[in-house]
């Protein structure tokens, strides 16, 4: 998608070893989302960030921690990946004066985890 | 807080059928309402909204949705449906004044046959 990009598109790591996936945004847009996509249960709220340095949990934030150093930039990381994380991760962002226009989402992360 | 109910896990139609896909969902306070669609492999797409004024609204690629405030749904419509809109919809509702953070249904996977 314009403007929003996730990195990597897919990996496979192993149960016990920490994880950080990338959001990088070019729309300099305020408000940055971690979702998780999981069959049989839609788009769920991880984590979300208001601002650099400013982080706010979602619905389904255990074993996920964010940083946001910089307007562009926002990582989520797994310290610990466990089979129940294996997913696929939206990333998206969206500003108080477009947000009426919805989200921008990327394109996605599928993350394995065996 | 509010909450998305979509009935319909998957709807199989045929080509040039009509369509309906369901959206109920509850709230204290007035709303917001979108519909995303996600095709394979990609990102969602806002495909329309409902923030005030009329209570009909349409895409550019022919859908239409109703917001009905006394059932509390906005079902989203496509009188002849095409092989490309195979996809999945994702419903989602956010609070006014809130904190415009949305919350999205489980989805509808829309599987059109020729």
């Known amino acids: 998608d314009a403007g929003i990009t996730q990195s990597p598109r897919h990996k496979v790591t192993e149960t016990g070893t920490p994880v950080t996936l990338r959001c990088h945004q070019t729309?300099?847009?305020?408000?940055m989302y971690w979702y998780r996509q999981d069959p049989g249960h839609g788009l769920r709220l991880i984590h979300y960030?208001?601002?650099?340095?400013?982080?706010d949990k979602g619905e389904v934030s255990d074993g996920y921690s964010v940083s946001r150093s910089k307007t562009e930039d926002f990582l989520l990381t797994l310290e610990s990946a466990t089979s129940s994380q294996t997913s696929v991760y939206f990333c998206?962002?969206?500003?108080?004066?477009?947000?009426?226009?919805?989200?921008?989402f990327g394109s996605g992360t599928r993350l394995t985890v065996v | 807080a509010q909450s998305v109910t979509q009935l319909d896990s998957q709807v199989p139609v045929f080509e040039e059928a009509p369509v309906e896909l369901r959206c109920n969902y509850s709230?204290?306070?007035?709303?917001?309402l979108f519909w995303y669609v996600q095709y394979p492999n990609q990102g969602l797409q806002l495909l329309l909204k409902?923030?005030?004024?009329?209570?009909l609204v349409e895409s550019i690629n022919g859908f239409e949705a109703e917001f009905n405030k006394s059932q509390t749904s906005f079902h989203l419509r496509k009188p002849s449906v095409h092989i490309s809109d195979t996809a999945e919809y994702f419903c989602?509702?956010?609070?006014?004044?809130?904190?415009?953070?949305?919350?999205f249904g489980r989805g509808t996977s829309l599987i059109v046959h020729p």
């Open positions: 989602a509702v956010s609070d006014r004044g809130g904190s415009y953070i949305p919350t």
């Open positions: 998206a962002i969206s500003d108080k004066a477009s947000w009426n226009r919805g989200y921008t």
């Open positions: 729309e300099n847009h305020r408000y």
């Open positions: 960030s208001y601002g650099v340095k400013d982080t």
């Open positions: 709230s204290s306070v007035s709303v917001y």
């Open positions: 409902y923030l005030s004024g009329s209570t």
